[in-house]
């Protein structure tokens, strides 16, 4: 069987690009090449160069390995994006990226490209925890291993601040525009919030080069969508049945995808519309709604379901009581939104539902429990305050908080140890020394203490401690399941609720 690396031995009835790629210079360079990126705005891109053309590929950057770029380079960027839905399976050969660099050897190629005059936007779906940005004050974080490194050596970046503003300075020393920074990562108000960054970093090494960023460089907004699993050895063998091809850089994904994305590209943009993103003025209220309805349940899933023994979201669906508290939490969420104009929250509710509960889509409550304390804040937090706040009802909110805390414990009920896969995990841990772990208010109280994590509303808040004290004392007196039954015994009135049974 033939390695993907042209079109020529790929089955009929694949979908092909529409254009040819060696036709089409590259004109946006992409920092965090993992899967998400190439189920999204990799795809998104390849309809636009096959509605519009231009010199618009992808030269994908992988930061932390070399892994990405030893399956698609050999591959001339192709790769097999897999859709899976409850109806059937789809596959189809994507063609906009052109090649990969990696900071294996160094970011000297990397900074070069980035610099090049050709490249008019740099995007990034680096997750969370790599940008190194102290969120409640809107400046870099000094004590990031990557910010630490590169402003001791600002001229051989490795992290993501460092990459952007040595190129931004390579180019405004040379006499080049600057290209717009493009944020994909669920953060709130991620473009600004990356401006801040930037400029915070800039300001540090260089005050003039911070100021002309900040007045000179577009960071426009975004929200994403598209539920992506990491690909198995399934995902490879199905890319191979339905191509014919061996494709090592395969991936698979949901039918479903959204992109809102505030139109500010000084240099120009692909025709991204071509395969379905929404242009608008102001992106907060779309990324408000998928980050506390979506993101937030995702966690409250992720925390719940592992530790309850549910490998994948399809199987939370698939158990009643979790699908009842996944019903609940949307619900909740949706509550402190504002009205969202050519927004039905019933029908998105209805629309999240089906798609956690896809059996085609493999996705690990282990994979979304990772990173809790840079997704926490805005997915579950921020919420829980505004509920103090006007006297509503933050059980859901609570409920999902003590799930985390009880999977920050890092052991199941049958006492097997798993990773927490989180930055602040070594902290973590070492708060939790000593702490009598059948103590809801001890470990608790010693959670709440992490620097940086929760508001002080919360803290101080004896309500809320009280909710998040109660459903982690079930959590840790009883097995998992137990306290998710209880919780749901409690729920009233819980036949009301969208979704349950």
């Given at each position: 069987?033939k390695?993907?690396?042209?079109?020529?031995?790929?089955?009929?009835?694949?979908?092909?690009?529409?254009?040819?790629?060696?036709e089409?210079?590259s004109?946006?360079v992409?920092?965090?090449?993992?899967?998400?990126?190439?189920?999204?705005?990799?795809?998104?891109?390849?309809?636009?160069?096959?509605?519009?053309?231009?010199?618009?590929?992808?030269?994908?950057?992988?930061?932390?390995?070399?892994?990405?770029?030893?399956?698609?380079?050999p591959?001339?960027?192709?790769?097999?994006l897999i859709?899976?839905?409850?109806?059937?399976?789809?596959a189809?050969?994507i063609g906009?990226?052109?090649?990969?660099?990696?900071?294996a050897?160094?970011?000297t190629?990397?900074?070069?490209?980035?610099?090049?005059?050709?490249?008019r936007?740099?995007s990034l779906?680096?997750?969370?925890k790599?940008?190194?940005?102290?969120?409640a004050?809107r400046?870099?974080?000094?004590?990031?291993?990557?910010i630490?490194?590169?402003l001791?050596?600002p001229?051989?970046?490795?992290g993501?601040?460092?990459?952007?503003?040595e190129a931004?300075?390579?180019?405004?020393q040379a006499?080049?525009?600057?290209?717009?920074?493009?944020c994909?990562?669920?953060?709130?108000?991620?473009?600004?919030?990356?401006?801040a960054?930037?400029?915070?970093?800039?300001?540090?090494?260089?005050a003039?080069?911070?100021?002309?960023?900040g007045?000179?460089?577009?960071?426009?907004?975004?929200?994403v969508d598209?539920?992506t699993?990491?690909?198995t050895?399934?995902?490879?063998?199905?890319?191979?049945?339905?191509?014919?091809?061996e494709?090592?850089a395969?991936?698979?994904t949901?039918p479903?995808?959204?992109w809102?994305?505030?139109d500010?590209?000084?240099?120009?943009?692909?025709?991204?519309?071509?395969g379905?993103?929404?242009?608008?003025?102001?992106?907060?209220?779309?990324?408000?709604?998928?980050?506390?309805?979506?993101?937030?349940?995702?966690?409250?899933?992720?925390?719940?379901?592992f530790?309850?023994?549910c490998?994948?979201?399809?199987?939370?669906?698939a158990a009643?009581?979790?699908?009842?508290?996944?019903?609940?939490?949307?619900q909740?969420?949706?509550?402190?939104?504002?009205?969202?104009?050519?927004?039905d929250?019933g029908d998105?509710?209805?629309?999240?539902?089906?798609?956690f509960?896809?059996?085609a889509i493999?996705?690990?409550?282990?994979?979304?429990?990772?990173?809790?304390?840079?997704?926490l804040p805005?997915r579950?937090?921020?919420?829980?305050v505004?509920?103090?706040?006007?006297d509503?009802d933050?059980?859901?909110?609570?409920f999902?908080?003590?799930a985390?805390?009880?999977?920050?414990?890092?052991?199941?009920d049958d006492?097997?140890?798993?990773?927490?896969?989180?930055?602040?995990?070594?902290?973590?841990?070492?708060?939790?020394?000593?702490?009598?772990?059948?103590?809801?208010a001890?470990?608790a109280?010693?959670?709440?203490?992490?620097?940086?994590?929760f508001?002080q509303?919360?803290?101080?808040?004896?309500?809320?401690r009280?909710?998040?004290?109660?459903?982690?004392?079930?959590m840790?007196?009883?097995?998992?399941?137990?306290?998710?039954?209880?919780?749901?015994?409690?729920m009233?009135p819980?036949?009301?609720?969208?979704?349950a049974?």
């Open positions: 069987m390695r993907l690396a042209g079109l020529d031995h790929v089955k009929a009835g694949v979908r092909l690009p529409a254009f040819a790629p060696d089409h210079g004109g946006i992409h920092l965090g090449l993992g899967a998400f990126h190439r189920a999204h705005q990799a795809a998104y891109t390849d309809n636009a160069l096959a509605a519009a053309g231009g010199d618009w590929r992808i030269v994908g950057v992988s930061l932390r390995g070399t892994a990405t770029a030893a399956a698609l380079n591959q001339n960027g192709l790769y097999t859709e899976r839905g409850a109806t059937g399976t789809s189809r050969i906009s990226i052109s090649r990969v660099l990696t900071a050897q160094g970011t190629g990397i900074l070069e490209t980035m610099a090049d005059r050709s490249t936007i740099v779906t680096v997750t969370e790599a940008y190194g940005i102290d969120r004050k400046t870099i974080d000094r004590s990031h291993p990557a630490d490194a590169d001791a050596d001229r051989h970046p490795a993501v601040l460092g990459l952007i503003v931004l300075r390579l180019r405004r006499g080049i525009p600057p290209f717009t920074v493009l994909c990562d669920n953060l709130p108000e991620n473009g600004a919030l990356l401006r960054g930037v400029v915070s970093f800039a300001d540090a090494i260089d003039e080069l911070g100021l002309w960023i007045q000179n460089v577009s960071f426009p907004s975004t929200m598209r539920i699993p990491a690909a050895e399934e995902t490879l063998a199905e890319a191979r049945r339905l191509t014919g091809c494709d090592h395969a991936i698979e949901e479903f995808s959204q809102v994305i505030e500010d590209f000084p240099l120009g943009r692909p025709h991204w519309e071509a379905g993103a929404i242009f608008v003025s102001d992106v907060a209220p779309y990324e408000r709604m998928k980050l506390r309805m979506l993101n937030g349940t995702h966690s409250m899933l992720a925390y719940a379901g530790l309850s023994g490998t994948h979201v399809r199987d939370v669906m009643p009581a979790l699908a009842r508290l996944v019903a609940r939490h949307l909740a969420a949706a509550a402190t939104l504002e009205p969202l104009a050519g927004i929250f998105y509710t209805r629309q999240l539902t089906e798609r509960s896809n059996p493999a996705h690990e409550t282990y994979q979304i429990a990772m990173d809790g304390t840079e997704k805005q579950l937090l921020k919420p829980a505004e509920l103090l706040d006007k509503g933050i059980r859901p909110f609570a999902a908080v003590a985390w805390m009880r999977y920050c414990l890092g052991r199941r006492g097997s140890a798993y990773a927490l896969r989180d930055p602040l995990e070594a902290r973590i841990r070492n708060l939790l020394a000593g702490v009598d772990d059948k103590d809801a001890a470990v109280g010693a959670l709440h203490a992490l620097p940086g994590l508001p509303e919360l803290s101080r808040s004896q309500t809320w009280r909710a998040v004290e109660r459903a982690l004392s079930a840790l007196e009883t097995t998992m399941g137990e306290a998710i039954r209880r919780e749901v015994r409690a009233e819980s036949s009301n609720m969208p979704g049974e």
